[in-house]
């Protein structure tokens, strides 16, 4: 019975002090394969390459629903969308590793405009195109 007790106790030791919980949300994904988003995003921008499981921390996350993050990279951040599941709203600060594919994605004038004062509008003039990330997967550190 003893040896019981103690069995426990250090089975609850170790769970409290495990800080290396990691939660996936969507597709499965292999984290080995997993490389900086800088080297990711540069392999794309240079030769195309779509599909990469990235990783990186977390400096920004949806407060609406938790339906998108940012990673931080250099002095940039890299927009991580993803529409079939939600992260938790209190990820910022954690690593991250995501599966998916970038892809360049176009925002009209109008859309810039949109709740803007009508100076600030009539700044902008031509759509803005930017790169994106759909995660498939993820898992947070």
């Not at 609850?12 to 995003?41: F, I, M, P, R």
């Not at 599966?99 to 100076?119: C, M, N, P």
Request: net charge negative.
């Amino acid at each position: 019975m003893k040896y019981l007790i103690y069995g426990f106790a250090i089975a609850a030791l170790w769970a409290c002090g495990n800080n290396s919980k990691e939660t996936a949300y969507g597709e499965k994904l292999d984290s080995t394969q997993a490389v900086h988003v800088d080297e990711a995003l540069s392999a794309f921008e240079s030769s195309g390459k779509k599909e990469a499981v990235i990783k990186g921390q977390i400096s920004q996350v949806c407060t609406g629903e938790g339906c998108w993050y940012t990673l931080k990279h250099g002095d940039k951040e890299q927009f991580v969308g993803f529409d079939k599941f939600t992260i938790p709203k209190d990820v910022t600060g954690k690593f991250s590793i995501a599966t998916g594919y970038f892809y360049r994605d176009t925002q009209t004038v109008e859309q810039l405009r949109e709740g803007l004062s009508e100076t600030e509008a009539e700044k902008i003039t031509e759509p803005k195109i930017s790169v994106q990330f759909q995660a498939k997967g993820i898992i947070v550190k």
